[in-house]
């Protein structure tokens, strides 16, 4: 399965905000092929004059995954990527690593053995292939009202392939995580747009709604193998009782399904709870199936782990990961 999370070109757009470098482990062995797509981040504290390790997944979703070899040799495979993995995080100074699973792919599934598993919630796909109508069959009534509503009233949309450029995208979307009061996160800088279009462009989708020739509304997406990926969104408050947010979901569905693709995937919401807004208004364009995302970690140098978290004073059995990032400065140690 293609994917952008496992491009290494989008892995790169994360090496500053992570401040690591991306790399990828590569295992081939007689029972098959595990690529592995991590950014590798320095840990501050320096024990006995060494430098440590750490490894996150870039935002969004990823993990190791299984790109050739025979189902029932999957177990196998999975138990000799472990020893290689572990021989190399310690001949490398890797202490831990932090995983988001890729819930399309279900990739923690074969990778359960290896890290601790904790799922974090559900999220939303918009299904494309098979469905002969997905706007009727996919969104909600309401929905369906308000994108009826905004329409009749004169909105219009246009999908951008291949954008040349996102200088209109950017000042929408900063204006509306300022709006929303988001966190530093979801911030992202000239550079990082600039080279989304350098990297990715050929993955890139735009979505541009106006109304009376003003843009009230433009998302960003990224569009690679048969999924859509909605990356980023903006509106303008002001034009709220036009739609523009729903308007946007549905001039994607429609190119999506005129390019043959299998399905639009939203993500989730900000927690895991029933009620979260963020899911429920997602949960709009999906009344079908949801996909289960996991996390999962692993303390590749159990000592090493143990001293970093003396180091500032973290409990072991902190429900944080890795606790060592999470307790002040730290500070060379000797």
Known sequence: MKDIYFEKEYGRLYEKIEKGECEEFIYQ???????????????????DG???????TPYGYGGPRIISGRTEDRADLVAAFQQAFGEYCLENGIVSES??????????????????LSFKRNTI????????DPILTEYSASCRRDIRHGLKAGVEYRVIDHPENLEDFKQLYASTMQRNEAEAVYY???EYFQNCIDWLGDYLVIVEVKYEGIIIGMSLNFVCGDSIHVHLTGTRQEFHQLAPAYILQYALALWGKEQGKQLIHHGGGRTGEPDDKLYLFKKKFGRSEEFEYFVGKKIWN????????????????DNQFPAYRLYGSLVPIS
């Open 29 to 47: 062995h007689d029972l098959g092929t595990i690529r592995h797509l991590f950014i590798k981040r320095k840990i501050p504290t320096v024990l």
């Open 50 to 56: 060494k430098v440590f390790y750490d490894l996150v």
């Open 125 to 132: 796909q918009t299904r494309l292939a098979g469905i002969a």
């Open 188 to 190: 992202f800088d000239d």
């Open 99 to 116: 995983i988001r699973f890729h819930p399309i792919l279900k990739n923690h599934l074969d990778f359960s053995s290896c890290f601790e």
């Open 302 to 317: 159990p000592a090493v782990y143990e001293r970093l978290c003396q180091a500032v004073n973290a409990p072991l059995d």
